[in-house]
């Protein structure tokens, strides 16, 4: 508190005062606990949707045998996943795509592709010829979503719309959430599915849900303008799971007010999310200049294209990465980064660490943050004379590589 006195709830009770009992919080019981009250749903093939490396690899030996995909959005997620598998590698795949719906589907049972041939009890396709429904072409039977702690909220029902068109008629969807009362999933999944399940006296944390019928496919799209000149404003697509959902953030906008490129440069966007920052520069380096665009998020890496090609960048490439160890040493006239603050400091490091490589000797990284004191060491490691600018409530490095 501003006056050094100590806050209400903090002074001690008087000795004669009755203290209560201080209450203990219960374990959150973990994904394969809560698996055991849908133990009589789970069919293969099974998909696993998100979720965490570790609580991924935990669930997997709880599911009866058969096929699982596990789907990712993010390489290093999709990496540690992989390293977590162990010996279970080979009976799990992972994929990663920038939407759900564009998983490769296992192939309906009973229908015989590809030798397969198992019974089946979900499907009897009419005689009449008309075009497969997706939902006909095949899915899972079973998708499980082990929901994070926390996280985004509009991901969370962009991966409820999506789930809906990889799971088979009949197929289930079934939601874990431990962590929390999640009356959002009872709503949403009603919203998608139509009726919902709740096997553990209805306390949201086991939910399940069939998929009947067809549904239109809808995207939680939602774009947004910045404006480059008096006449010229470009608009930006985002979508839910990449930074920069529905806005454009300020940090970003303080870094390119800050940045000084010129004609021809080689610029790269370092974790680009939607890509603004390569695609505001593309205007400044021109024709013959290029941009590269950076990510680890795969559906940050699709909209960076999609953005770019939309508003016309004449010269750009992509890379799905979350080592940079794919670009050519000091091939860059500058970097422009806006890192994430997660992983304790670990991708600011990553960060400069890669862009003091990329660069070429005159080449400049442009770094904003809010971490000043976790930041200033590392840049100072890797560039001889940093400089620090402030701008809009953000700290701007620049930092030229000698
Ligand atoms: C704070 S966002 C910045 C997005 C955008 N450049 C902006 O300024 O609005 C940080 C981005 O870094 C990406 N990222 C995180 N770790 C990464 C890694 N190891 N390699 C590449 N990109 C990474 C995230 O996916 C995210 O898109």
Redesign the pocket.
């Known amino acids: 508190m501003a006056d050094g006195s100590e806050p209400e709830q903090q002074r001690r009770a008087p000795p004669d005062e009755k203290v209560p009992m201080r209450k203990t919080k219960k374990r959150a019981k973990t994904f394969p606990e809560l698996l055991e009250a849908v133990a009589t749903k789970l069919r293969p093939p099974f998909g696993i949707l998100l979720g965490s490396p570790g609580e991924v690899a935990e669930l997997l030996p709880a599911l009866p045998e058969g096929d699982v995909a596990c789907y990712q959005m993010?390489?290093?997620q999709a990496d540690r996943l992989r390293e977590h598998l162990g010996d279970q590698a080979g009976r799990a795949t992972i994929e990663m795509h920038a939407d759900l719906w564009d998983t490769p589907l296992p192939s309906p049972a009973g229908r015989g592709e590809e030798g397969e041939g198992e019974a089946s009890d979900v499907l009897d396709l009419p005689p009449h010829p008309r075009p497969l429904s997706q939902g006909e072409r095949g899915g899972f039977q079973t998708l499980i979503y082990p929901v994070p702690h926390g996280g985004e909220r509009a991901l969370k029902l962009d991966m409820l719309e999506q789930a809906f068109h990889v799971i088979r008629p009949n197929g289930a969807l079934i939601v874990l959430s431990p962590y929390e009362k999640e009356d959002f999933f009872q709503g949403a999944l009603k919203k998608v599915f139509g009726k919902v399940h709740a096997p553990m006296d209805g306390d949201g944390k086991v939910l399940w849900a069939l998929r009947t019928g067809e549904r239109r496919r809808r995207r939680h799209e939602m774009t947004y303008h910045v404006r480059v000149d008096e006449q010229t404003s470009y608009c930006f697509v985002s979508r839910p799971g990449?930074?920069?959902y529905g806005f454009?953030?300020e940090?970003?906008r303080a870094?390119m007010e800050a940045t000084e490129l010129t004609e021809g440069q080689r610029v790269l966007?370092?974790?680009?999310?939607?890509?603004?920052?390569?695609i505001l520069a593309a205007r400044r380096i021109g024709p013959t200049g290029s941009v590269v665009f950076?990510?680890?998020?795969v559906r940050?890496i699709a909209l960076a294209e999609l953005n770019a090609r939309a508003i016309g960048v004449p010269n750009f490439e992509t890379l799905v990465?979350?080592?940079?160890t794919e670009l050519a040493p000091a091939s860059f006239d500058a970097v422009?980064?806006?890192?994430?603050?997660?992983?304790q400091g670990a991708?600011i490091r990553?960060?400069i660490e890669r862009s003091q490589m990329l660069l070429r000797p005159g080449g400049t990284l442009y770094l904003?943050t809010k971490r000043v004191d976790t930041t200033w060491p590392t840049i100072q490691e890797f560039f001889p004379e940093p400089e620090m600018y402030e701008n809009r409530g953000y700290v701007i490095f620049r930092s030229t590589k000698t």
Do not use: E, K, Q, W
């Open positions: 993010d390489l290093y990449v930074f920069g454009y953030d940090g970003a870094l966007d370092l974790g680009c999310g939607v890509g603004t920052n390569g950076a990510d680890s998020n940050a990465s979350h080592t940079l422009l980064a806006n890192p994430p603050y997660y992983a991708i990553l960060f904003v």
